[in-house]
């Protein structure tokens, strides 16, 4: 008796869940809508997406991150969070929806959730090995804004001629485009980032050289 | 005029029909039941289950059917069903002393505790052709089947030799296995990767393998421990209960060889071991599997490696019947394109050579490179290459 | 079809392909492993390329098939009823029209435009495989980007040859880093690799490897200052089209030895006497 009891709770507990953070309607459709997507984003760096899925309840992370985590995590993965995107109810929406294992340790983290604020050159996320570069973390990052304007300048595979990408002015904005920029001297070691900005999204790989246009050389 | 063959979709149709009655033969004789092979062809199930890593008798019957008997093209049928199941859980490892023996047999001891158990074997029969099952003679049942499996639980002959410590221990350090069947192969593997490759690697292949460590390219010095074959129970712990609970039974075949020991200053001489386990009645392959884990296991003990059995991304890389089937077959697939690339090279090469076989041969054919080469080859850093005359176009 | 999901593939795997591609698109031209699933063709006919489309597939993705640039060879027609039945896709013969081009040996003679995705089949994914046949040094010479027995090997050739004989399958380097193989397309197609505006994918099913080169990305095949890289010619044009400028396939007309040579990609051919007429 008392273990189906425990299951209604669970049971209720979830669909809670699953109300407040919405997964997707059609999970084979939408998964792969939404990939060919972040694919597009990561193929062509700093080209601007907008992702249509239902927003979570937290602004702070924003539909189209949400969008990625849905798409990318499983049980297969480990996802470090950022203390000041961690709350119980993400932490439980990340289990529900995706049965994603949560880590303290950023080094064994396949995708990290993090925002500008909270964004620290320090923290010791994988970049990957020279012989494996693959088993890198993923920094999925809530920017201030996304636009295609200056002041950093992209180019690279992916790049015609040049892409301007501008995610905001914070400190922690700043820092990961240095951060960004840090990428080409470890090659093939390094982080590879998707921004986003509500529904809108952008991605930065390794491969992409990074400067600002109105600064001094960046490292 | 010249028109490309068409028609390859109705061609392909049209193959697989004609496959299908060939498959089918004779209608004047009843068609094969699943049922049938896996009663009186046994053994064929057991070792597409083995190399298939499924363990479905109906299943792999029906491959084999489905495969006119080619063992190959059924192992491959039944993997590729295996990988679109999901995984419903992770069973206890199996307890094998525990097995239900139908069969076992030590070569190290005359008499052993729990005694020796011929079981249904082929290893004493004269090998004469029965003419009367073509004649479909009666088959006495068997006598002995009763006593067998009632028998208690026999302990494992390398346990008897644990206890004064004479062979080393194989212990469980609790680790997660990798799983072959979802991660990508990463050399140098472990001993858990490599046995696992091992247990579905093609018999033919591992055989040959086996059988070249005892002709000396690597040996290692066996003795048939223990074979053993019987059913297993599989447990699977529930966590929501708490609780192991046994959801069936399976056959299995495993073989621990007691191998040459090894030792050093520090570690006292002991026997070594090599391990087979397949699913069903599958004696030879697991005998075969036990001498090339203890031969992948030449690293780790300090021996030298001088065998190919010895070379493990060798034997690994090579030992799956369906990559291997798979890939030799595809040089059936029209590879024009580059037949046509190397068909014109090689007709510009023949009109250089007819020119330069005249009296005044030119130099450029045969013109040495060898400082380029030790130049090329000092460039490895690949920064290097401009100084040496190699850049990218 | 009956028991099975959208593109044949679970969810599960096609998230572990899809996470790999991105991967394989961030560090352009290294091998990322995967763990590869038996599919119901043989390895070596396509599983690679075959578990790549179905991980990027979608239901309104137009999709085109070609092993040896045609489209009516049968594996193409094999693959091609594959995905019709397991994601009721639409498909096509004309590369413009295409979506997602799937293809065995040949780049299709039509210039690719940008978000179009080109899916390799990959027999050996290593381009230091026969140089070197063990994976833990391969991969240790990418690492430490030591690539000079390449350039010794291709040397070799120029020295017994007088020419490089690597025809096929010819290798590049990619973004000034990763030597990579192509694939078995001909040399010919390897400037089409350079700068083009489509994604190219590649998928080895056997070898549990894909990569990746991501549009506009810079792509060179290796070659020597007195020895430049340089494709086929032919003394001939397309008996069928007239083209002088496409890959060729020599055909034997008669048992005399008559020969004629059309063009490989088939789609190209045809739109071409399309245009004529």
Not at chain 2, 181 to 191: E, K, L, N, W
Not at chain 2, 261 to 281: K, N, W
Request: proline share 6%.
């Amino acid at each position: 008796m008392a273990q189906r009891e425990r299951v209604t709770t669970e049971r209720m507990d979830r669909d809670a869940v699953s109300a407040a953070w919405p997964g997707l309607a059609d999970p084979a459709h939408d998964s792969q809508r939404l990939f060919r997507q972040i694919l597009g984003a990561m193929s062509e760096p700093g080209t601007l997406a907008t992702l249509a899925v239902p927003a979570p309840p937290s602004d702070a992370l924003g539909a189209a991150l949400w969008g990625v985590v849905l798409t990318l995590c499983d049980l297969e993965t480990r996802v470090w969070v950022a203390a000041d995107l961690d709350s119980p109810a993400l932490r439980q929406a990340l289990a529900f929806h995706t049965g994603a294992r949560i880590t303290d340790d950023p080094a064994s983290a396949d995708f990290a959730l993090l925002t500008h604020d909270a964004f620290d050159p320090q923290t010791p996320f994988a970049p990957g090995s020279d012989t494996y570069p693959d088993r890198a973390t993923t920094l999925l990052v809530v920017v201030e804004r996304l636009a295609n304007a200056g002041p950093s300048m992209l180019s690279g595979p992916g790049i015609e001629t040049i892409r301007a990408l501008d995610i905001g002015d914070s400190p922690g904005c700043r820092a990961l485009m240095d951060r960004l920029a840090a990428n080409r001297a470890s090659f093939p070691q390094g982080l590879d980032m998707i921004f986003g900005c509500g529904a809108r999204l952008a991605a930065v790989p390794r491969s992409t050289r990074v400067r600002r246009a109105d600064a001094k050389e960046v490292n | 005029m010249y028109v490309a063959v068409k028609g390859g979709e109705q061609a392909i149709a049209r193959a697989h029909r004609w496959l299908a009655d060939r498959r089918r033969g004779d209608r004047e004789r009843p068609e094969l039941e699943v049922a049938q092979i896996g009663d009186q062809l046994r053994l064929a199930v057991d070792r597409v289950m083995s190399e298939a890593s499924l363990y479905d008798p109906e299943l792999a019957a029906l491959a084999f059917k489905q495969a006119s008997g080619d063992l190959t093209e059924a192992v491959f049928l039944l993997r590729a069903y295996r990988t679109t199941l999901p995984r419903l859980a992770v069973s206890e490892p199996l307890d094998t002393a525990s097995m239900r023996i139908e069969r076992r047999i030590s070569a190290t001891y005359k008499d052993i505790p729990g005694g020796q158990i011929l079981g249904p074997t082929y290893d004493y029969t004269h090998r004469l052709l029965d003419f009367l099952q073509l004649a479909g003679a009666e088959v006495p049942p068997a006598e002995t089947r009763d006593d067998v499996t009632d028998a208690e639980p026999c302990p494992q002959i390398l346990e008897l030799l644990n206890d004064e410590g004479l062979v080393e221990q194989a212990v469980d350090d609790g680790s997660e296995p990798m799983d072959i069947t979802r991660d990508p192969p990463d050399y140098p593997m472990d001993r858990a990767a490599r046995l696992q490759m091992l247990a579905r690697g093609d018999e033919g292949y591992l055989l040959a393998l086996g059988y070249s460590t005892q002709r000396g390219y690597g040996r290692n010095h066996p003795f048939a421990g223990e074979i053993r074959q019987g059913q297993v129970e599989v447990e699977v712990h529930v966590e929501e209960w708490d609780e192991t609970i046994c959801v069936g039974e399976i056959a299995l075949s495993e073989c621990q060889m007691i191998n040459q020991f090894g030792g050093s200053r520090e570690a006292a001489p002991q026997f070594t071991r090599g391990y087979g386990l397949a699913f069903g009645h599958n004696e030879r392959k697991t005998m075969a599997m036990a001498l090339v884990d203890r031969a992948l296991r030449a690293e780790e003990l300090g021996e030298p490696i001088s065998g190919p059995a010895q070379q493990a991304e060798f034997v690994l890389a090579h030992a799956d019947s369906v990559d291997a089937s798979g890939f030799v077959s595809h040089l059936k697939l029209p590879h024009y394109v580059d037949f046509q690339s190397e068909l014109d090279l090689l007709r510009r090469l023949r009109r250089e050579h007819a020119r330069h076989s005249s009296p005044e041969r030119g130099e450029s054919l045969d013109r040495p490179s060898t400082e380029e080469d030790t130049s090329a080859r000092k460039s490895g850093q690949g920064k290097h290459d401009r100084e040496s005359g190699v850049h990218g176009s | 079809m009956n028991g099975y999901n959208f593109a044949y593939l679970d969810e599960q795997t096609k998230r572990m392909i899809r996470r790999a591609l991105l991967k394989a698109v961030a560090i352009p031209g290294y091998q990322v492993p995967f763990g590869g699933r038996e599919m119901p063709m043989p390895y070596g006919w396509g599983t690679g390329g075959v578990q790549v489309t179905a991980s990027i597939l979608g239901a309104d993705d137009i999709l085109k098939v070609i092993d040896q640039g045609a489209d009516d060879t049968t594996n193409a027609v094999s693959i091609r009823h594959f995905f019709q039945r397991v994601a009721g896709v639409e498909t096509t013969t004309a590369t413009t029209a295409a979506d997602v081009i799937q293809t065995r040996h040949r780049i299709p003679e039509t210039p690719l435009r940008a978000g179009q995705i080109l899916v390799f089949q990959v027999p050996i994914p290593e381009p230091l495989r026969f140089i070197e046949p063990s994976e833990q040094e391969t991969r240790l010479m990418h690492a430490l980007e030591e690539y000079g027995v390449m350039h010794v090997k291709l040397y070799e050739d120029i020295a017994r040859y007088g020419h490089i004989a690597t025809t096929y399958a010819y290798p590049v380097k990619v973004d000034e880093r990763y030597v990579m193989d192509p694939s078995p397309i001909p040399k010919f197609d390897n400037p089409k690799l350079d700068g083009n505006p489509a994604l190219m994918l590649f998928g080895a099913g056997r070898e549990k490897r894909l990569y990746a080169i991501p549009p506009y990305t810079r792509v060179e095949s290796l070659d020597f200052e007195d020895h430049p890289f340089e494709i086929q010619r032919w003394e001939h044009a397309c008996a069928l089209c007239g083209s002088d400028h496409s890959y060729l396939d020599e055909v034997i007309t008669d048992d005399q030895g008559g020969r004629m040579f059309v063009c490989s990609d088939t789609d190209y051919c045809q739109s071409r006497r399309g245009e004529v007429a």
